[in-house]
Every structure is written in structure tokens, then in C-alpha cells.
């Protein structure tokens, strides 16, 4: 065992140095996702390129592993954590209220853009790759699958640096995107289960597929209704225990416990793990999980994502270039037509429609753990690994000017999320002479409650607005300038006041002492006399002077 | 593959639930380490008791995996990890300058305790185990070690609780469980230098010893003269990045590949991952580096306890009970006689050693790794793990309460760390008028600083001191009820209070916009008055009011 711990180490420490190196550069130098670069790294570093020179009497750091997976259990394992944890995250930060809210325009969206993207996938795959003719065919079905799902964290990033996330496309393209990772993750789990069936000899009737998307289905709403209902009760439990730490842990336990669950029922690992997000986004503590999460995210993530680049074989790759590119252009078509033109059915003119189809068409995180799992089942081999990887890094290139570019020239009316949000609730104005003074008395407001057991995170997007909230209590607090506002429900408001005043009198207290203190200046002078004083002083070692 | 992850996913969060929920309550109910917690939880729920019960479909959780280690190879990788970050943490947060200073004391307690314990440890297994006939056998040699390092998390802890640390005897204490530390690291490379030896069938003679103690040496010196030289060198470049995550990320890494290179080197892994964490610890960001790596620690160091309390087959163990209690009588001697007595002879009364000798006692992590390396590499058996696990188990029981017990009633002086430091160093004094706005002072003065390209973090063991420190300028801030006091160097002095009177330039604008601004009793008011007048206003639905 101490040799393959010895490879791990070793494995690790360069992927961690190469892949968060690459990373940096593409996000910093290169203005591109920093998955990218990481991706980047696996590709070059692993068993099909560098990874494969022997280095003296260690031999080569990546060898090939026969099987499926070309990388050792141990790396793999850790990669995979890591995909668990990427999904439990995206769950996490869904916003289902806002999905919910915009649900209409966003499901006309995204329908369009799954339909329309997963059967060209799997029609191009059926025409083009001589090995599979039909539709049905498990390797077809993963094709469009992997077509399927959006990458929203790029355009999100975008919408959110150009300060569009609020406008009418910007929140449907974000719904669409949520409606999308469901959509794919529920199509993977009936194509996995016919794949099983398929892969087993078995034929695979119409009557068995309704069997498994309804085992599929079932299995989903279950875990959801049962997550949706359990979490709350949970979290109330644990925050008893008096440790976010230990409660983040706990829900990353729970999470990756639903992944296995969730493969057990013959559904893939990520199902249980995004289930387990999701279920948890609801809670107040969800920002707090959040963020210790994906601190361990940030070692875990870059080492999936350099792990799934080193399963790239590019002499596999080179003789399905043609079909790499094919598939890239109905990848792209199956966004653009599949997302604009349902879009504009629904209050869209052609730019809003260029639009959303523009913010769609990145594929990332979903559609390289798809392909991992039809890998690493056998369903799809190295050459079709390297199309999802190369529609992953076309597309990730290639969208963000297409965006940048499409949502020049402001067109038409612009809704806010934010005043959508107010609808029903009570704003109370605090005027302040300077923006840092409204800072501190946001900083003593926030303290008060967090001392009253709320929490309190940045609301995704802005800058300058918080949501605070304990169970079902939520008010939001923004600073404008040198304004505080304070939103809260109208049966909340007295309580709001309340809070407001206590934190006053507290800031009272402050200036209070302040205006008490010797003059400023005075200590400052003070500060400079003594220091040319002290030049003439050295005679003993600690001096004490004011 | 797929099956095997999924083992692992439910395993890893079986483990990272029980784990924490146990550690918790130790902590927390029980009043004892949390590790000891993580430890009974594998013990309880590993292959050789729960872990072993068949759960239908899926059989047992944790079949036993033969070979030395009964865990797979996946879980053991990430446990594996686990203990490279615990050992790299370790490196980081050890403090040089300290243990330089003390280290007359410090050397002659720390060697005694080492050297007595090593042999009584050895020389009981050859004894009473019959397997064992010489001291040069690996397994006495290994059991010498075990018995060899002090775990000083647990007494540091309770030192800085009941604000000991600075004492003579804590000083004393710290320094020499440092010198244990890097002692029994060492004694671990040339004892598995021996036992590569001894189980390729070679017989053991000195000057192969000599060979395996200098190669051991050779490869300690070398590192650690190239960490500190290149470590302050590599950070300086890399906070180029702009980046402490990365920076953080990359770090960790580099341990992990020096982990590995030592292991090539026929040493231990976390011999390199130690020595990483001691380079790194004398750079200005290595209380930034902790703080990330630790939030990863949070997840992986549970997984590597409950790992090692797995490894507990308590069949194996029941047969060699008395064994086990015998050898820990030899540890409990060891230190309270091997750290006591020669604190006797450098200034300490009798009860000024027995604190000593009772500081020393804890076994803790350094213990278990090293066992673990004993368990995987076939030196050591099952039972001798137990006996390592029992020890480590009774010795983190058994040592607080005596601990606390030992330092009642107040004996002699108190040198204070605080004023040693001090040499030197130039203090200078500012009132306040109250705490918080010394604080408030003290938060400026940190961002001021922090602007600088400074970094700040918490002086060990104490609530209201910082270090301040930019490469090899170092200040010390400290805050004395409504008093700050900023320490530096002499030839700093300037430029400390030019900080100083730029904080308070800062600090006085923030007085002056206090003091022009509407008074915050009005505002009160008119927040209680508008509450009743809202009251009768319910006509619109984002009403605003002031």
C-alpha cells in the first residue's frame, strides 16, 4: 500500500501546483474560466502525454491504468469527491424562488433548448459515427445528454460583471439554466438505467424505459419532497449543537450518503449529491454551508476537473475530429434555435432572443461529469470523452465575447428582480451623513442580528445588498450611498424597527464616547513630537512612550 | 469502477457524520479532544464491529479489505491526505523563534523524555512479547517510537485555557514537545531505514544503521536548509498572483510532492509534509496558508481518525491486553521521569517538574501516524496497533485532569513570553476613551496595514495581541482594555507611527461625520413614531417611510 500512497502524493502535489497555476493564468491573463485552465493542465499532464515520460527510477507519475478510467482508484475516488461536492454546491446555490417566479417564459426556454440540443446530439451521433444506428442506442443517448446541459456559472459571471443579471433575459436565462441541470440530470438517470438494461443483453422495450424514467422520476420527487421537508427540521437540530463548522460537515456527509443512495438505486452519484443541495438551499444556514464547502472546493474541484482532462487521448481524439466539429455546430444550433425561438413566443423581440440563445450555449460542469459516467460505465469510449471535452472548451471559449457582444445596446424595458422581490413588503429609509458612517451602523444592525440568530449573506449579483434571515423570517438590507434600507414583511416591521432602534441607541453609545475623547489631533501631534523626542532616548531596551 | 465509488461515497459519509457528530459530543459534553471522538467512532463503526453487519443489497459497509490495511485503497488514500495536511499544519503552526529561545531547557527536558521513553517502550516489548528478542527488532523499535512523541495539541490547549502558556513551565513544555516531534520524525526515518533492511533479509549491522541514520539526517537537513531558504523566496513570487487562495492551494501542494519525495527517499511521508509546514512557517503569510488549510482539515482529518480507529481489531487486541497495559505504565514513567527529572536539574522545583513531566504525557497524532506506517509497511501487527491505539487512548484521557491538577496553587516566577519578545523593541501607547473605540481604532490600523501588503493573525494563546508582519518587518499590536499599544523595532519606529497618525487622520474624519450628523435620538423617534403611523396606512405595496 505505501507505494500507491507514495504515487497519490505525488500525483496530487502536481496536479494541485500545475492545475491552480493554469487556473490563475486563464482567469487572470487570459480573461477565461479558470475550469479551463484546469482542464488544460489534466490534458497536458496526464498518462497520454507528459504524465507518460518516465522520470528515473519512480518511472512514469501517470501511468495508464487499464480499464476504463486511465488514472489510478485512489485519484479517481478523490476526483470524484470532488464532483460530489461541485453538485452539492450548484444545489446549494440554486435560487428556487426565482426559478419559480420566472418559471413560465423560463420553461418555455429551456424545454426548447433541451429538446432541440439533445435530439440533434443524438441524431448527428446516429448519422455520423458508423457504429450506432439508432436512436436509442445508449452512445447516442449520451451524446445528446451531453449536449443538454448549460454551464451557467460563465454567463452568470457576465450578466452579473455587466450588471444584467436583473434584466428580463438575464433572469430567464438563469431559470432556463436551473430547469436544464434538472432536465439533464433526470434524462441521465433513465439513460443510464436503459443503458443498464442494454448493456446487459437485455433489449430495451418501450415499456421497460417507462419502468425506469418512472423509477428515475420517482426516485427524484421522493428525495426532493423528502429533502425539501427533512432539511429545515435538521438544520434546527443541528444549529443546537452550536457549530456551522460542524454543521457544513455534516451536510457534506449527507450529501455525498444521497449520492451513493442515489447510485444504488441505479441512478447516477451526482443525482443524490445536486438532491442534497437543493434540499438544503431552502435553509437559512444555506450560505453558511456554502461557504465552508467550497472552501474545501477550491483543492477538491481543481483536482476533478484536471482528473477529467487527463482521460483526453488524443490519438483517439484525432480520428474524430470531423465528427468532434459536426457535433460542436449542432451542439451550438441545438442552443441558439432551441432557447431564441421559443423565446420569441414569449414577449421577446429578436435581440432578447439572441440573447438568452447566446447566454445558453455554454456546456460545463454537467456535461463532463455525463460524459465521466458514460465512460467509466463503458457506455461511450475515449473518442467520444474527447468530443464532450472539446464541446466543453469550444463552447466555453466561444460564448463569452458572443454574449459580451449580444447584450450591447440596451433594448426595451428592464424589470428588477429586486422590486419584484418587495412586492408586499415595508421599506424603512436611515439616512446617514456619509457612506461610512451607514457602513458602520450596517456592520452594529448586522451583529445585532446575528446575535438574535439570524444569518446574513450578499445577495448573489450585488454588491451592496444582504438578505438576512432565521427560518422563515427574511429581510433584505442595502445600502444606496450614504442610505440604509431595511425590507422587511409588514407583520415583520415592528420587529425590524425594534431591531433598528436597539442598534441605534448602541450607536449612540459610540458617539457618544467619541465626542468624550481627547481631540484626534491632539494624540496625532503627540505622535510626531515624541517620535523626534525618542531619537535622543535610547537608553534603555523596552521604552514606553505615548 | 463505478461500484467502487460508490462504496466510497457512502463510506466517506458514514465516516464524516459519525465522525463529527462523536468528535462533537467528546468536545463538547464529554470535555475531551474531539479527536478522541473520531478515533471511537471508527473503532465502533470499522470492519471489525459495525462496519461488518451486511445492510441487504449492498452488504456490509465496511467489508474487511485484506492485506495490512483493512480499508480500501480509496478511503486510505483520503485518509492518507488527511494526515499529510495534519502533519503540514503541525510545520505551520510550530513556532522556531520559540523553541531557539528556550531550547537550553528545552533540549535537556525533550531528550530525556525521548530517550527514556524510547527505551522503556523498546525494552518492554522485548519482555513481553515473545515474537521479539532483541531491541534491534523493528516492532520494539516502532513501539519505542510510539511511546516517543508527545501530542502537544492537547495540553497547549489546556495551558492556553487556563493562561499558563507563558509560564516558564509551558514555555518549557511547547519548546520540548518541538523537539519531540522533529526527534521521533527523525527516529521514524532511520527506524524504517533499519526495517527495509531487516525485512529484505538483511541482518542490521551498525555501520548499515550509521548509513540509514545519516541518509535519514542527510535528507532531514538538506530540506529543511532548502525549505527556509527558498520558502520566503516562493512565497514572495506567488503573492505576485494576488491570489492567497492560490497561494494557500499551491502551498499545500508542494507538501503533499515533498511528502512523496520522501517517501521515495525511504523515509515517511509526513516527515517532507512536516518539513514543508516548518519552511512555510517562517514566511508572513503562513497564518493565511493555516487558515485555508485547516478549512480543509475540517473534512480530511476526521476521515484520517476514524481510518485509524478501523484499523482496532479488538480480537487481536483482547490477547494482548495486559501486554498493552504493561507498556502503558512504561509510557506514563517515561515521561513523568524522563521530562521531570532532568527539569530538576535546570531550575525547576519538584512541582514545577511534575507539571512538566505531566505536560509531556498526551500521545496523540504523531503516535498514530507512526503506527499506521508500522501497520501498512508489515512491521508491526494488528495488536501492536491496538496497543498504539490504547495508549494514545488512555494517555489524552488520563493526562488533562492531571494537567489541570498540577498547575493549581501558583509556585515561583513568571517570565512572560510576551516581554521576552520585547527586547529591544520600542512600545508605543494610545488612550482611548472605551474598548470599543480602541477596537475600532485597531480595525483601521489593520486595514491600514493590510493596505501595506501586511498580514495580521492572532498571537497564539492570547485573545487581544496580533503580529503584524511584511517579510522581516514584524510589529505586535496590542490591545489592554481602552489602551492600544503598538510595539516595533527601533529602527521601525518611524514608520509605525506615521501608520498611527494615518489611522488617526482616517479615524478623525469618521469623529467629525459622526458629529455633523442628525441626531440619533431623532432618529429613534421618528423610527417608533412612524411604526404607529404605518399602522393606519396600508393602502400601497412598497410603501417607503423613514
Request: glycine share 12%; with cysteine; aromatic share 8%.
Amino acid at each position: 500500500m505505501a507505494h500507491e500512497m507514495m504515487m497519490l502524493a505525488l500525483q496530487l502535489g502536481v496536479i494541485l501546483v500545475a492545475a491552480k497555476l493554469c487556473g490563475w493564468f486563464f482567469s487572470r491573463k487570459l480573461g477565461q474560466p479558470k475550469v479551463l485552465g484546469e482542464l488544460v493542465a489534466g490534458m497536458v499532464m496526464g498518462p497520454y502525454v507528459l504524465g507518460a515520460i518516465p522520470l528515473g527510477a519512480l518511472g512514469p507519475l501517470f501511468p495508464v491504468v487499464s480499464g476504463s478510467i486511465p488514472v489510478t482508484p485512489e485519484l479517481y475516488g478523490i476526483a470524484t469527491v470532488g464532483s460530489v461536492l461541485l453538485l452539492f454546491t450548484s444545489g446549494l446555490e440554486t435560487d428556487l424562488p426565482t426559478f419559480l417566479r420566472f418559471s413560465g417564459k423560463a420553461t418555455v426556454v429551456g424545454l426548447g433548448g433541451v429538446i432541440i440540443s439533445f435530439f440533434l446530439g443524438a441524431w448527428i451521433t446516429v448519422l455520423f459515427n458508423p457504429a450506432v444506428d439508432s436512436l436509442m442506442d445508449p452512445e447516442a443517448l449520451f451524446l445528446g445528454i451531453i449536449s443538454t446541459a448549460t454551464s451557467i456559472g460563465i454567463t452568470a459571471r457576465i450578466l452579473s460583471e455587466t450588471r444584467k443579471i436583473s434584466s428580463p433575459e438575464g433572469v430567464t436565462i438563469l431559470a432556463a439554466a436551473v430547469l436544464d441541470d434538472v432536465i439533464s440530470i433526470i434524462l441521465l438517470s433513465v439513460v443510464v438505467g436503459i443503458s443498464t438494461v442494454s448493456l446487459a443483453g437485455g433489449t430495451v422495450a418501450w415499456g421497460s424505459i417507462g419502468a425506469v424514467a418512472l423509477k428515475a422520476v420517482g426516485f427524484w420527487v421522493l428525495c426532493m419532497v423528502a429533502g425539501i421537508l427533512l432539511a429545515p427540521r435538521l438544520t434546527k437540530q443541528m444549529k443546537r449543537m452550536e457549530s456551522l463548522g460542524v454543521l457544513a460537515e455534516i451536510s457534506f456527509g449527507i450529501a455525498l450518503l444521497l449520492a451513493g443512495l442515489s447510485e444504488m438505486a441505479g441512478l447516477a452519484m451526482i443525482i443524490g449529491a445536486y438532491i442534497a443541495g437543493l434540499s438544503f438551499s431552502q435553509t437559512d444556514v444555506a450560505g453558511e454551508i456554502n461557504e465552508r464547502v467550497n472552501a474545501v472546493g477550491e483543492y477538491l474541484v481543481p483536482v476533478f476537473f484536471a482528473v477529467m482532462g487527463m482521460m483526453v487521448d488524443f490519438k483517439a481524439l484525432g480520428s474524430i475530429l470531423v465528427f468532434g466539429l459536426i457535433y460542436n455546430v449542432a451542439a451550438f444550433i441545438g442552443k441558439i434555435a432551441g432557447c431564441g425561438l421559443p423565446a420569441l413566443f414569449v414577449g421577446f423581440n429578436l435581440k432578447g432572443a439572441l440573447r438568452i440563445g447566446t447566454g445558453m450555449l455554454p456546456r460545463g460542469e454537467v456535461a463532463l461529469i455525463v460524459a465521466g459516467i458514460g465512460l467509466s460505465s463503458g457506455i461511450i469510449g475515449n473518442d467520444m470523452f474527447g468530443v464532450a471535452v472539446m464541446t466543453m472548451l469550444l463552447a466555453s471559449v466561444a460564448a463569452p465575447p458572443m454574449i459580451l457582444a449580444s447584450f450591447k445596446g440596451g433594448s426595451g424595458y428592464r424589470e428588477t428582480l429586486v422590486t419584484d422581490e418587495m412586492q408586499g413588503m415595508v421599506t424603512i429609509e436611515l439616512q446617514f451623513p456619509s457612506e461610512r458612517t451607514a457602513d458602520f451602523m450596517r456592520h452594529s444592525l448586522a451583529d445585532a442580528f446575528r446575535g438574535e440568530g439570524f444569518f446574513i449573506r450578499t445577495i448573489e449579483g450585488s454588491v451592496r445588498a444582504w438578505q438576512i434571515r432565521k427560518e422563515e423570517t427574511v429581510l433584505i438590507l442595502r445600502r444606496l450611498g450614504a442610505k440604509l434600507e431595511l425590507s422587511a414583511k409588514k407583520e415583520q416591521e415592528a420587529y425590524a424597527r425594534l431591531m433598528l432602534m436597539e442598534s441605534l441607541v448602541d450607536f449612540q453609545e459610540f458617539a457618544d464616547s467619541l465626542r468624550s475623547m481627547q481631540e484626534p489631533e491632539m494624540m496625532g501631534a503627540n505622535l510626531l513630537m515624541r517620535m523626534f523626542a525618542s531619537q535622543h532616548d535610547e537608553t534603555e531596551g523596552p521604552n514606553k512612550v505615548q
